[in-house]
RNA sequence: GGACGGUUAGCUCAGUUGGUUAGAGCUACUGGUUUACACCCAGUGGGUCGUAGGUUCGAGUCCUACACCGUCUACCA
């Protein structure tokens, strides 16, 4: 056998494994009897890029997919990419750009081909960045939004929810991308804080020569498609204006009424309102309850047009400008102050989105009240849980979903117009019988339409063969969804609404798609700022595992990964991940030094070899112990979705327990088990696995600890419970002592420590113990290990401790340090300080236990608690009192 | 404006139903290559738990108010 290099080098042992568990179809779904464990993974953008995002999220989820298939369940994890309807086609559209070109120009069927080529180009990418993360997801169910299948489903959920009377067309204000020239749901327009200018200016009254009335507005390149001016009915300072009309500034040929209307507030600007039906909601409403016309002076990239001369051909913001000069040469301008308000932005473009008067087809969503409920009765829960307020609020002030785009790229709407009659209509998933008489609606949906149906369309819900059936009924629900709280409205409300409504003949709790929601933190910058692209804070994911390796990056993103808190991601954390991977390699490299590797067939097979070893020692059932416990804690922890507690502790095992004591000690032994160490590594490296595949396997596959990779090795915590309680080596007394004797060493190390005798070996100690104690026993049983990690030439009872020794006052007894140089005045001051702090905690300890209340109300627990501690700083005050006088 | 988080050591964070003298990792400082590992080991230092009240025998933990930071949501044009 080679030994193993000294430091872990990741490249190999990930491409070697990626092979592996690629050609050995460790991660393909097969149903085969045991509990499912099935996990949705939110499809990235197909022509995206991994970020930092995805990185937490994926790995997250593989982190339950490998401890569910340890617990023995049968896993699937579907991955798949989003067709990304706006992303995608804003950026074939630059690409186009910069060819001279524009979509409309090569047209539609054209330009459909040019995006699917540029997906062709890209998909791979992302698919190919998660892999290098070592995600278990089965790559045979991969899905995109745009396969025929899926496709299907999104018509077919169309075509239903039109026959219940979920969706309709209407004409309505909604928010519209300039830049995008489509329309966009309320979810995608982003509000920003922004600077801007409150404008007061005057219109004329006609009725009343000479007097005006002061209107404030933040938008007066709107002013053009005023068609009234509103104030509050009972507002004391209009009432006589009320009925009369004003005169429009830039058209001397168009005077508006003055209305009245409960909806202005009298507090805000001057309380007078101008009503613009077509470019701003509140006015919308207005102009409807009034039956006001709607003049719109906008087009749809946003250019003001013919209604708004004399500002025609400008963009809507060199028209706001133009249109203030113009009010102040007509002197109409009153004041102009600085006013910070949210504008709203579209998501995509990144641009002002402007209210825009049109027809777009809307759904009103169905089963509102069955998606409350599934949360309130805990069907579906959500981790951490407070986040159930924020989904039923959304669904307490649920709005119509519009869900058009005037995109070319996507689920086109199936919905035919007569080419006769345009009111005669036709909706299905396949179209008319005639074609050649009819016309398609040219817009698509809203790629979230096609995303909402994930957990059902990933499964092929539509399809009737009884294999595909039984697929689904075997794998639906899924255990968990793991997701950015960003998307909770966007997309995972939506699918739990989508399930609701597509899989009506089952019973509620059935129709849920998933148990539970882990919303993760937002990863953040190391000063706290969101990483984006534009900051250029985030770091590439595959410069990262180049770096560290996968398996450090997983482990340092996970070990600062706290339940719903956002991240402060820093590359230092990683280093730790990368360093406790080196730790653990060179922990096996020692094993194998130590020899006698034998390849084992199973846990029995270690267990049986520890037996026939005969007699283990307390460090070894001590050792074991910790083990047992840690496996307990890494259970429960991960069930609650803690994964930075269940990681560091973990590390803390391996590191202080395993390396630093256990191992330290075997050094100094002479006959050890190495079976128990074979034991521990096992057992440590299937609880790693989750977080390190890669490096877990490769050690365990090296140490030949089983005869099946960890991912088959299964979980085997009650075999090992009764194996130790059948050999007596569970105690919490062991642990107790044995932690007691580390105490010991800590504080002998560091009495020499501070003598600058750190590291001489060739020291003396006297020790004078305490003859009341139960540790004088077990400083006798453990006095050759003491000396040897403590690094002492003798340690006894027989050098008699002299004035002016430094020394240490411990449970166990008094430890003297037997050199020459004497260092008294130090010690005597360090002794008092100590003596106070004693003195206070003890005073404290007796006033309580002097309370009355204290003693009547405390449990006997605390008292006992209190009494004991009480006792043990009394002795230890009187040892120091001793040393000084 | 509303809702929800956060505020504990220089930094990043733990701290379960109130219960003994508040923990970890990193950083800093000191010392160190002995059967693996300097991507290591040993040791030291560092906190009146945001502020002010309250409940209690006892509060980082519960209650009230305030301050600051953050997220979401609705925006009065």
Redesign the pocket.
């Known amino acids: 056998m080679v030994l193993m290099e ?3 080098s990741p490249e190999d042992i990930e491409k070697k494994w990626n092979k592996y568990w690629q050609e050995a179809h460790c991660f393909e779904a097969k149903h085969n009897g045991k509990p499912t464990f099935t996990l949705f993974m939110p499809p990235p953008n197909v022509t995206g890029i991994l970020h930092m995002g995805h990185m937490l999220n994926d790995v997250i989820q593989d982190v339950l997919c490998r401890w569910a298939r340890i617990q023995g369940k049968d896993v699937l994890w579907i991955p798949g990419t989003d067709h990304a309807g706006i992303a995608t086609q804003n950026k074939v559209e630059k690409v186009l750009k910069k060819e001279g070109l524009f979509r409309q120009k090569l047209g539609r069927k054209a330009f459909i081909e040019r995006v699917q080529e540029w997906v062709k180009e890209h998909k791979h990418i992302i698919g190919d960045q998660m892999k290098s993360l070592g995600v278990s997801c089965d790559w045979n169910h991969s899905t995109y939004t745009l396969d025929p299948n899926y496709s299907r489903g999104v018509l077919t959920a169309f075509v239903k929810l039109y026959e219940r009377g979920y969706i309709y067309k209407g004409k309505r204000l909604v928010n519209w991308c300039p830049v995008s020239q489509t329309a966009l749901s ?2 995608e327009v ?2 920003k ?1 922004t600077s801007a200018f ?1 404008y007061t200016f005057r219109y004329a009254v006609v009725e009343k020569p000479g007097t005006f009335i002061n209107i ?4 007066p390149e709107t002013i053009m498609g005023d068609v009234a001016l509103a104030v509050h009915p009972q507002d004391t300072r209009y009432q006589t204006l009320i009925g009369l009309h004003a005169q429009c500034p830039f058209d001397a040929s168009r005077v508006i009424p003055i209305i009245a209307d409960e ?12 009503i613009t039906p077509a470019h ?4 919308f409403d207005v102009g409807q309850r009034h039956h006001l016309p709607f003049i719109e002076v906008l087009d749809e990239r946003g250019i003001v047009n013919a209604h708004g001369a004399p500002f025609e051909g400008m963009d809507r913001l060199q028209a706001r400008k133009a249109v203030i000069e113009a009010l102040r040469e007509k002197n109409l301008l009153v004041e102009e102050k600085p ?1 910070d ?2 504008v709203g932005y579209s998501e995509r473009a990144d641009v002002p989105i402007e209210p825009r008067l049109s027809e777009q087809w809307f759904v009103r969503y169905p089963k509102v009240e069955e998606a409350k409920q599934v949360a309130e009765k805990f069907f579906v829960k959500f981790w951490p849980q ?1 986040w159930i ?2 989904y039923l ?2 669904l307490e ?1 649920i709005q119509d979903w519009c869900i058009s785009r005037q995109l070319w790229w996507g689920h086109r709407i199936p919905v035919w117009y007569h080419k006769a009659d345009k009111s005669i209509i036709h909706v299905s998933v396949d179209g008319p019988q005639d074609p050649e008489n009819w016309e398609q609606d040219p817009d698509v949906m809203d790629t979230w339409f096609s995303s909402w149906l994930w957990p059902l369309g990933t499964l092929n819900w539509l399809d009737n063969k009884p294999e595909t059936k039984q697929f689904f009924n075997d794998f639906f629900p899924a255990n968990t969804l793991v997701s950015g ?2 998307i909770l ?1 966007f997309w995972i409300t939506r699918m739990i609404i989508a399930s609701l409504e597509f899989l009506d003949d089952r019973p509620l709790e059935q129709r849920i798609p998933f148990k539970n929601i882990y919303l993760t933190g ?1 990863v953040r910058d ?1 000063i ?1 700022r ?1 990483m984006s692209k534009s900051l250029g804070n985030s770091p590439d994911p595959l410069d990262l595992i180049k770096k560290f390796g996968a398996d450090g990056v997983r482990v340092g993103l996970l070990s ?1 990964a ?2 719903g ?4 991601f ?1 590359e ?1 954390f990683l ?2 991940g ?6 653990l390699w ?2 096996c ?2 094993r194998q ?2 020899g006698d590797i034998i390849p084992y067939r199973n846990l029995n097979d270690i267990l049986n070899k520890i037996e026939h070893f005969g007699h283990l020692s307390i460090y070894d059932t001590h050792l074991l112990s910790i083990l047992l416990k840690t496996m307990a804690d890494y259970e429960k922890f991960l069930e609650k979705y803690e994964f ?2 269940a990681i ?1 502790l973990l590390q ?1 095992c391996f ?2 327990i395993f ?2 004591w256990y ?2 000690i ?4 002479t006959h050890t088990c190495l079976a128990v160490q074979d034991l521990f590594l096992t057992q440590m490296l299937t609880m790693l696995e989750p977080y390190a595949p890669y490096i877990s396997e490769e050690l365990y596959a090296q140490l030949h600890l089983n005869d099946c990779i960890i991912q088959e090795s299964g979980w085997n915590i009650n075999l090992l419970k009764q194996w130790a309680q059948a050999h007596k080596s569970y105690t919490e007394n062991e642990i107790e002592t044995i932690e007691q004797l580390r105490n010991l ?3 002998l ?2 009495l020499k ?2 003598h ?1 005798l ?2 001489d070996k060739n020291v003396t100690m006297a020790v004078v113990l305490e003859t009341k104690g139960k540790y004088t026993e077990y400083f006798h049983q453990h006095t050759e290990l003491i000396k040897k990690l403590v ?1 002492l030439k003798q340690i006894d009872e027989e050098t008699k401790p002299k004035e002016g020794m430094p020394k240490t006052v411990t449970l166990w007894g008094t430890f003297f340090l037997v050199i020459d140089q004497t260092s008294t005045q130090d010690d005597t001051d360090a002794i008092k300080r100590e003596i106070e ?2 003195t206070k ?1 003890i005073q ?2 007796e006033q ?1 236990l002097a ?1 009355e ?2 003693m009547s ?3 006997e ?2 008292i006992v ?2 009494k ?2 009480l006792e ?2 009394i002795q230890k005050r009187d040892a120091l009192k001793k040393l000084i006088m």
């Open positions: 000294k430091t872990y309320d979810e982003i509000m804080q409150l404030a507005t933040t938008r909806v202005v507030d009298r507090e805000f600007g001057t309380g007078a309102l101008k701003d909601p509140i006015d006013y308000h949210a407070r307020k924020t609020h959304w002030n709280p960003d409205f937002i190391s706290g969101k600062i706290p339940q808190q956002d991240i402060r820093d230092r280093i730790q990368r360093n406790f991977c080196t730790k060179n922990a490299r020692f030094m130590q930075s507690a560091k803390q590191k202080n390396c630093d191992l330290e075997q050094k100094h032994q060493v800590s504080e190390r560091a420590s501070k600058g750190a590291s690094g702090l004693l905690h404290s300890a309580k309370n209340r204290f109300h405390a449990p627990a605390v608690g209190v004991k501690l043990d700083n």
